[in-house]
Every structure is written in structure tokens, then in C-alpha cells.
T-cell receptor, first 109, second 113 residues
Framework: GQQLNQSPQSMFIQEGEDVSMNCTSSSIFNTWLWYKQDPGEGPVLLIALYKAGELTSNGRLTAQFGITRKDSFLNISASIPSDVGIYFCAGRGDDKIIFGKGTRLHILP | NAGVTQTPKFQVLKTGQSMTLQCAQDMNHEYMSWYRQDPGMGLRLIHYSVGAGITDQGEVPNGYNVSRSTTEDFPLRLLSAAPSQTSVYFC????????????FGQGTRLTVV
């Protein structure tokens, strides 16, 4: 079945640093999505990408839909304490949305 | 708008009991789906529906049943709960056209003892 490989699994960074995480798959997706989950909450959509090569920003967040349609990355610039959480990539083929295992972001004081 | 509403928020079951997790959305979305979230495993798709009367299996469907009699509701049934079904369950909905992102409920934390 379809699987997404998300890396890294976790990151420890200093406040103010930039962050980069990515997802790859052996399958082609029509849509790539990036979500953030805070403790005790459901995932919340950060960025949606609909076309191969698309580069989209949402404040300090930037994400790209890979040309091959099999990968995507998310960058966070100038991290702040509220960026702490779990970030998930998700790919949508026809009807199903499949999720990666998440990247847990820690920000060191 | 309430968005996606899940009930209950917490539930403890004994092994072998049955129960239904409720999910309702008021956005007139065609697509609805159920995921379970376990530590280190991300979100795994259980079942999904592309419209009323249509359901299909996801990655981990065993032990769960679903039905979609209306656009708004998509209940998840556990017929005979097992400890392996202890998890956090999320319901999501999305449109079939244009924006294809999924919107999530707050989750149901289920413990099977």
C-alpha cells in the first residue's frame, strides 16, 4: 500500500533557528498537505499544495510540492516556542489521505 | 459552524464490549474518514467514505465497521473491543472538489481494558 516516509522523526533546535522536514513516497500524490498537532488536539492544516512544483508560504512556513509528485518539504523560519508540536505530512491520491509518522519538534530554552 | 464533532471525548471499555464512536460534520463535505493515532505510528486510516452510501477500507480496517447513511454522519463501530484498539481516534472530513484538505475533529481517547 501507499506509505509516506517522513524525516526526521524528531528535532531539537534553539529558538530562532530554521527548521526543515520532508516526506517521500514511492507513490504519486495529487495533493500534499502539512498539519501541526498540539497535545490533546486534532491535527490542524498548515499548508495545502495542489500542483507539482508549487511553492506556498504561510507566514514563517514554506512548503513545496515536489516535481516528481512523490515528495514534499516544509520549512519553518526563525522558530518560536509556539512552534513546538508534531508536524505531519499527508498525501492524497484519489480518495484516501495517507499520513506520515510525524516530526516532533522540540525547542530548547 | 461547529466543523467536525466527535463524541465521546473519552471512553473506557472492557474487552469484548461494543460501542460506536460518533462523528458529525456540518460543512456538507462529501468525504469523511476515520484514523487512529498510536505513539510513533502517526495517523493510520481505518475506513473512509466518498459519499452517503459508499464506504471503503483504509490501512487498518480489521475490527471496525462503518456506515454512511447521511452526508453529515459517519459512525465507527467496534463490535468486540480488544486491548489492541486502545488508541486515539480522529474523524476527518473534506470536500471532493477544489480544496482537498481534511479537517479533523478533536479526537476520542479510547482505552480497552
Amino acid at each position: 500500500g501507499q506509505q509516506l516516509n517522513q524525516s526526521p522523526q524528531s528535532m531539537f533546535i534553539q529558538e530562532g533557528e530554521d527548521v526543515s522536514m520532508n516526506c517521500t513516497s514511492s507513490s504519486i500524490f495529487n495533493t500534499w498537505l502539512w498539519y501541526k498537532q498540539d497535545p490533546g488536539e486534532g491535527p490542524v492544516l498548515l499548508i495545502a499544495l495542489y500542483k507539482a512544483g508549487e511553492l506556498t508560504s504561510n507566514g514563517r512556513l514554506t512548503a513545496q510540492f515536489g516535481i516528481t509528485r512523490k515528495d514534499s518539504f516544509l520549512n519553518i523560519s526563525a522558530s518560536i516556542p509556539s512552534d513546538v508540536g508534531i508536524y505531519f505530512c499527508a498525501g492524497r491520491g484519489d480518495d484516501k489521505i495517507i499520513f506520515g509518522k510525524g516530526t516532533r519538534l522540540h525547542i530548547l530554552p | 459552524n461547529a466543523g467536525v464533532t466527535q463524541t465521546p471525548k473519552f471512553q473506557v471499555l472492557k474487552t469484548g464490549q461494543s460501542m460506536t464512536l460518533q462523528c458529525a460534520q456540518d460543512m456538507n463535505h462529501e468525504y469523511m474518514s476515520w484514523y487512529r493515532q498510536d505513539p510513533g505510528m502517526g495517523l493510520r486510516l481505518i475506513h473512509y467514505s466518498v459519499g452517503a452510501g459508499i464506504t471503503d477500507q483504509g490501512e487498518v480496517p480489521n475490527g471496525y465497521n462503518v456506515s454512511r447513511s447521511t452526508t453529515e454522519d459517519f459512525p465507527l463501530r467496534l463490535l468486540s473491543a480488544a486491548p489492541s484498539q486502545t488508541s486515539v481516534y480522529f474523524c476527518a472530513s473534506s470536500t471532493g472538489q477544489g480544496g482537498r484538505e481534511a479537517f479533523f475533529g478533536q479526537g476520542t481517547r479510547l482505552t480497552v481494558v
